[in-house]
């Protein structure tokens, strides 16, 4: 079983609706990231949170460490939100930079 | 202030060469870590160097091998290519950590995309 689990791995919108992705993992962290991947590779970090709930722009994204669990909520969806997204979380203790990846979320935004 | 940048954009090799990737990090970061992304997975990690020295490793053999300069860029090598070392390669650079709390948030390049024949 993969540390980082994500659901669903593929989501298909239209534009305007409200989109979660989830993401469950079975480790003890000190930060869990939200990034985004377009087509080509470039990855962006959207946010890194170690408890409670960050906002920006149309993206929320929320933590609750006694359940190992985030979630990654977009508002208003638009098709050039249309990528990758990827969760991925620094383990406790001295585990220092190495990030351990979900297998990420591909979402379509359809006008 | 330019990010972090990586060359080539792309690499085509065959089996059996060797291959060395670049990194820059962005100005200010002295952390970098490689990541291997195969085509339809999530990155894994490969290793981290800090203060030119490999800080920690994944599951990776010794064909990966890597090394960080003074200015704080880096390389990856890899010999001996296989078919499944096609994957884009990445790389993040990181700020300093306070202490011995190190600062998470990491910055990546666009990749290197290698293609093994």
């Known amino acids: 079983k993969n540390e980082v689990e994500q659901s669903p791995q593929n989501l298909t919108a239209q534009e305007g609706e409200f989109i979660t992705i989830n993401c469950s993992y079975s480790v003890g962290i000190s930060a869990l990231h939200w990034l985004q991947q377009h087509p080509g590779g470039g990855i962006v970090s959207l946010f890194m949170?170690?408890?409670g709930k960050k906002k920006h722009g149309r993206l929320i994204a929320t933590i609750n460490i006694q359940e190992k669990h985030s979630s990654l909520h977009i508002t208003a969806s638009h098709p050039r939100d249309s990528a990758v997204y990827i969760c991925?979380?620094?383990?406790?203790?001295?585990?220092?930079?190495?990030?351990?990846f979900g297998q990420g979320t591909i979402l379509t935004v359809h006008p | 202030d330019a990010g972090v940048t990586q060359s080539p954009t792309h690499l085509i090799k065959t089996r059996g060469q060797q291959v060395t990737l670049r990194c820059s990090p962005k100005?200010?970061?002295?952390?970098v870590s490689w990541y291997q992304q195969a085509l339809g997975q999530g990155p894994q990690f490969i290793f981290q160097y800090y203060e030119e020295e490999e800080r920690q490793r994944g599951n990776f053999p010794d064909r990966f091998s890597g090394h960080q300069f003074p200015n704080y860029s880096s390389e990856l090598n890899v010999n001996a290519l296989l078919l499944g070392d096609s994957a884009l390669y990445l790389c993040?650079?990181?700020?300093?950590?306070?202490?011995?709390?190190?600062?998470?948030?990491?910055?990546f390049g666009p990749g290197t995309r290698l293609t093994v024949t």
């Open positions: 100005s200010g970061h002295d952390t």
């Open positions: 991925a979380l620094h383990a406790g203790g001295t585990s220092y930079g190495k990030l351990t």
């Open positions: 949170l170690s408890s």
């Open positions: 993040a650079s990181s700020l300093p950590g306070r202490g011995l709390i190190p600062d998470y948030e990491q910055y």
